[in-house]
């Protein structure tokens, strides 16, 4: 995982304070979760802070920085410049709102809507 950089608690603490929307206004910052919207995210255009990932045991064949969409889609991010942090499987289901996360996850720069 050269490339990746596992995310301190002080970086997972910010991020779960995007889930407040006042916070999230004040930093005009939002997080995208979900194989196929951080996929469009990152095709989008929009300034990606930085794409956030599960980290699985090294043993483990589901390896989400390597394998499978998820793989596909950091890689395509790291090509970007996108920075990629790997986070806990725990601590990135409580950046969720879903019952079920997909392993991924992306803290989007907010446009200017005026």
Do not use: C
Not at 50 to 63: K, N, Y
């Amino acid at each position: 995982m050269e490339h990746y950089q596992r995310a301190s608690r002080a970086e997972i603490t910010y991020y779960r304070k995007l889930l407040q929307k006042k916070f999230r206004r004040s930093e005009r910052k939002f997080l995208v979760e979900g194989s196929r919207s951080v996929e469009e995210a990152v095709r989008s255009g929009w300034r990606l802070e930085v794409i956030l990932a599960g980290a699985f045991d090294q043993q483990s064949e589901t390896d989400s920085l390597r394998n499978g969409r998820i793989g596909r889609i950091v890689q395509e991010a790291a090509g970007k410049g996108i920075p990629i942090r790997e986070l806990p499987q725990r601590d990135l289901h409580g950046l969720s709102e879903t019952v079920n996360t997909q392993g991924i996850a992306a803290v989007v720069e907010a446009h200017d809507t005026r």
